[in-house]
């Protein structure tokens, strides 16, 4: 007879921590949160099993969540398209225009730093340049005489609104130009010199070359900004947290977004399950949106 094979189970042991942590720390409180989105629990009595109610509040009886998920999408709608086209026209820039790997190297950390700035920081930051009386933005407005009155940007929905997009946009338009910086390392310049030779200008050679070489990375792009945008939360939450007099939300709940909404029903309203169910909404929704996206990309590519 055969003898049949040792298994070394050493290699096992070596790996056996990190699957315990993905257990414990990930895949379990994943579906735990799950298991509580279907039940109306405050942390510590018993867990009541409601079914779909929870679900059937979010998009039907909860106006608040409603408007966090209209206002979530339209900060995506107008600060994705800005801070990816940003990024890839200044990745663009950097490469073609400036001289020297060092020098570029300083442009794109300087452009990318506040994409590592803490939020705690920026919220300070934008707050001190927003502010209605000292303000460096009013102060800039008034000397320029654009505006007779200093506007108050914490005040209104839309004024508030622009604030909270000028800091996404800001905080996020270098990490698109670094990934399209390292997508333009990859385009051969011969293709580029080939068409200068032919007559092409630097705009003809960046529509007909760079952009359509680059549309995998556009693509990468658009869907982890989708992702990061739907679950926006220090920005607005940090930029109004110390504002006196603004409610939760700022005004007219004008800046509330999907994460506010479940962080203010899971930990202010000890709603678990209510919390859980509205996280577990966001989740689907990237999910389709992801998917709508990617196939339209893949389109777009075999073409």
């Not at 390392?185 to 359509?212: C, H, M, V, Y």
């Not at 700022?250 to 709603?271: D, H, K, W, Y």
Request: include cysteine; aromatic fraction near 16%; glycine fraction near 6%.
């Amino acid at each position: 007879m055969m003898k049949k094979k040792k298994i070394d189970k050493t290699p096992y042991l070596f790996i056996a921590p990190f699957f315990l942590c993905y257990a414990v720390f990930s895949a379990f409180p994943f579906a735990f949160s799950f298991a509580i989105s279907f039940t109306d629990w405050n942390g510590v009595n018993t867990p009541k099993f409601v079914g779909l109610s929870n679900y059937i509040r979010i998009f039907t009886m909860d106006a608040m969540a409603q408007k966090a998920f209209l206002n979530t999408f339209l900060f995506l709608i107008i600060a994705i398209p800005v801070q990816v086209i940003l990024g890839l026209i200044l990745a663009m820039i950097i490469k073609d225009f400036i001289i020297g790997d060092r020098t570029r190297g300083a442009f794109q950390l300087i452009n990318f730093l506040p994409y590592l700035t803490s939020s705690v920081a920026i919220g300070l930051i934008f707050q001190f340049l927003f502010d209605w009386n000292y303000g460096t933005v009013n102060q800039v407005l008034d000397k320029l005489n654009i505006v007779k009155d200093h506007i108050y940007w914490f005040g209104s929905e839309w004024t508030s609104r622009i604030v909270v997009i000028l800091v996404i946009v800001w905080r996020n338009f270098g990490y698109s130009m670094i990934i399209f910086s390292a997508g333009l390392s990859t385009i051969s310049n011969e293709l580029l010199e080939a068409a200068e030779l032919d007559g092409a200008n630097w705009f003809q050679r960046q529509i007909k070359i760079t952009i359509p070489l680059l549309k995998p990375i556009l693509g990468f792009v658009c869907i982890v900004s989708l992702i990061n945008g739907f679950q926006l939360f220090d920005e607005p939450y940090m930029l109004f947290a110390s504002q006196a007099g603004q409610p939760y939300g700022g005004p007219n709940n004008s800046i509330l977004t999907v994460m506010m909404t479940m962080f203010q029903a899971s930990f202010r309203n000890f709603q678990m399950g209510y919390g859980s169910a509205i996280a577990y909404a966001l989740f689907f929704v990237i999910l389709i949106f992801s998917i709508i996206q990617a196939k339209i990309m893949r389109q777009e590519n075999e073409r």
